[in-house]
DNA sequence: AACCAGGCTCTAG
DNA sequence: CTAGAGCATGGT
């Protein structure tokens, strides 16, 4: 157990923000997973954020810090916020602590894929199960956990899917499982491709179109200048940006269209 | 109990 | 090339 005094840093408001689905709490207690690490973090009520974690203060900084992106300051990313754009000013108020996470590509890839026609309660439904069906299992104090699943793992248990209300989207995670294991698709060497011959690589996979490999390049491989427009982010740039996304906030969109999602979603805008 | 969800594929024109 | 139907299932 460590102490952590965070600045700009809130796992609640991370954990409601659309991009991870696999982030539960229990009180002030957080349960997290990346890949095949778990970590436990406990929300100390007594500061604003001051936090407890289950890790050693080493594969914090190695480790969770890069995954909740801590080394990047967002102070620069927030002030392209035009001075009279009281609606952006107003959602960067509202999800103060935000941050993108640096999440597993494989997950985000699968992930998205199932979110596409759900809502964020029924993705997360559909995750839980296929980890529970699929993932490994790892005991931590008499508790059990599961990790999300790995290509293979999801090809070997095929016949199982059928239970985690995944609907037509089985067969393209089947395939996208395929593509993974074969080599077909290799995740990690995208990291060094362009942005246009990442989505185009990750298109290729049925079931992926425009906004499913955007999620999964902003989510995972830090692409700050891609926006995934879903319903919310449509309505968002129909009801206060006259249909067109401001040029000024290209270069960041991926941050930006994070707040917006958020705020809007939640607010029911 | 309708309606909609962090959309995509496929076909018709 | 664009427009539109069809899609399985769960939350509200």
């Known amino acids: ?8 840093f809130d796992i609640e408001v991370i954990r409601e923000s659309g991009q991870v689905f696999r982030i539960y709490n229990e009180g002030p207690k957080y ?9 436990f973090l406990n929300k100390i009520l007594t500061g604003p954020f001051n936090y407890e974690a289950s890790c050693s203060r080493k594969e914090w900084n190695s480790y969770w810090a890069g995954y909740f992106d801590l080394k990047t300051n967002y102070d620069k990313y927030r002030k392209v916020c035009k001075s009279n754009d009281k609606f ?3 959602c960067i108020k509202f999800s103060k602590g935000l941050r993108l996470l640096n999440q597993d590509h494989f997950e985000m890839l699968i992930s998205f894929i199932i979110s596409q026609r759900k809502s964020v309660p029924a993705i997360r439904t559909s995750i ?4 529970k069906v699929c993932g490994k299992k790892k005991i931590i104090k008499n508790k059990t956990y599961y990790l999300f699943p790995t290509a293979s793992e ?9 239970s985690c209300g995944l609907g037509y989207r089985m067969e393209y ?6 593509k993974v294991s074969k080599n077909i698709i290799n995740l990690k ?17 049925k079931g992926v179109g425009i906004k ?3 999620c999964i390049a902003l989510f995972s491989y830090k692409r700050y200048s891609i926006c995934p427009i879903d319903v919310w982010i449509g309505r968002v740039i129909d009801k206060y940006y006259k249909g067109k996304i401001p040029r000024e906030y290209n270069k960041y969109i991926g941050i930006i269209q994070q707040y917006w999602f958020n705020y809007s979603r939640l607010n029911k805008i």
């Open 1 to 8: 157990m460590i102490k952590l005094k965070l600045k700009d």
């Open 189 to 205: 060497k995208l990291e060094n491709a362009s942005d246009e011959e990442l989505l185009d690589a990750l298109m290729s996979i």
């Open 154 to 162: 999801i090809l070997k248990n095929k016949n199982k899917l059928s």
């Open 128 to 131: 839980e199960r296929l980890c």
């Open 31 to 39: 349960t997290i997973y990346n890949n095949d690490k778990i970590l």
């Open 212 to 214: 499913v490999a955007s």
């Open 88 to 90: 952006l000013k107003e």
């Open 173 to 178: 995670i089947i395939e996208a499982a395929n």
